[in-house]
């Protein structure tokens, strides 16, 4: 049976309310979930060991960091060897201005986001970075605008 299949309505609205405000205390959730602050305890616990809920974070400004400037690049690779992923995806560890990576199915082979200062800082990162490492072939960026939708919930 699935992790997802054993969580129940309470399990739920913990869910749902943690990822919008972990900082909440036991007692402050109980309540909002309707369940004991004992139960919501011992629920949020489970939920961890499970790995249904991971590590509790802090979601820092990206405008206050100087960091509003989102590149989605795409990244094609010259080899689809083990190895040559291994190491790309290593890099792609290893830099801070990769917020977030996806390996693609289709034409391209990565989807990264990129949080810059400006465009010459992407400019610096992609030349200096992501094109010379030597399992890309090639890459095309695409500069977002505007921010329409935002969010680290995932429906539950």
Known sequence: MKEADRIDQVDRRIIRELQRDASLSHAALAEKVGASAASVWRRVRSLEQAGVLGKTVRLADAHALERSVNVLCQVRMTRQTTSARADFEEFIQSREEIVECYAMSGEWDY?????VRDVADYDRFVMRGVL?????????????????????????
């Open 111 to 115: 989807l990264l986001r990129i949080a």
């Open 132 to 156: 010379a490492h030597p399992s890309v072939a090639n890459a095309a960026s695409n500069f977002a605008l505007r921010q329409v939708k935002y969010t680290t919930e995932i429906p539950v």
